[in-house]
């Protein structure tokens, strides 16, 4: 799919049409949601078209415009989060994407925050969904839960767990979506569990469509 063109990407910013879909997370004993995760998505308001990220998230990172949809994004599923909150009659959080450039941003943290403060939220509701290896202790002082995305692909290690702030890891649906006939898929999350019970993180596995 074609990317989309950066006045298409400016119409969309400037007209609000940073959207955001959600997607619960399962505790697989409890059947519970315990968070909500945030993805982004840009609805036209013209033809009413719904464009995947894959379509723009690489354009806006190239434009340095990533941080005016993440915020534009941040503010309108913070905004919904409490009538979420309500519906669902008990605690849970709420799940959000960060681009690996955005950490660089020494200021990105406390732009968070305000939205949060302004939507009488606190970080400790947060999830930030974090996919390759940057600087996160300023996220986690904040009090951000710092979510290691896509384990088993790309650059992710078992190393990242011992080094890096995380408070969760989500296995990427590679390593799961045949997981009962992959023995390489059973190690590998097998000792991430382990792992995982050890160190007190939380395992979220992605593409799990049977029980």
Do not use: W
């Amino acid at each position: 799919t074609e990317p989309i063109s950066e006045t298409q990407l400016l119409h969309a910013i400037s007209h609000n049409e940073i959207t955001p879909f959600y997607q619960p997370k399962v505790n697989r004993n409890s059947n519970k949601v315990e968070s909500i995760e945030v993805l982004a998505r840009i609805v036209t308001a013209e033809q009413g078209a719904v464009l995947l990220p894959e379509r723009f998230i690489c354009v806006a990172e190239d434009l340095d415009l990533i941080n005016l949809i993440t915020f534009q994004l941040f503010e309108k599923a913070t905004g919904d989060f409490s009538e979420i909150k309500t519906r669902f009659g008990y605690k849970l959080k709420l799940a959000f994407n960060l681009s690996p450039c955005q950490l660089e941003d020494l200021s990105c943290p406390d732009k968070l925050a305000l939205i949060l403060h302004l939507n009488q939220l606190t970080p400790s509701e947060i999830i930030l969904e974090i996919t390759e290896q940057h600087a996160l202790n300023r996220l986690r002082m904040r009090g951000f839960g710092i979510s290691l995305d896509d384990f088993g692909t790309g650059f992710t290690n078992v190393q990242q767990l011992k080094t890096l702030p995380f408070t969760e890891v989500k296995i990427d649906r590679t390593l799961i979506s045949n997981i009962e006939s992959d023995l390489f898929s059973q190690v590998i999350v097998s000792s991430l569990v382990n792992i995982a019970i050890q160190d007190d993180l939380t395992i979220v596995a992605e593409g799990i469509e049977r029980v």
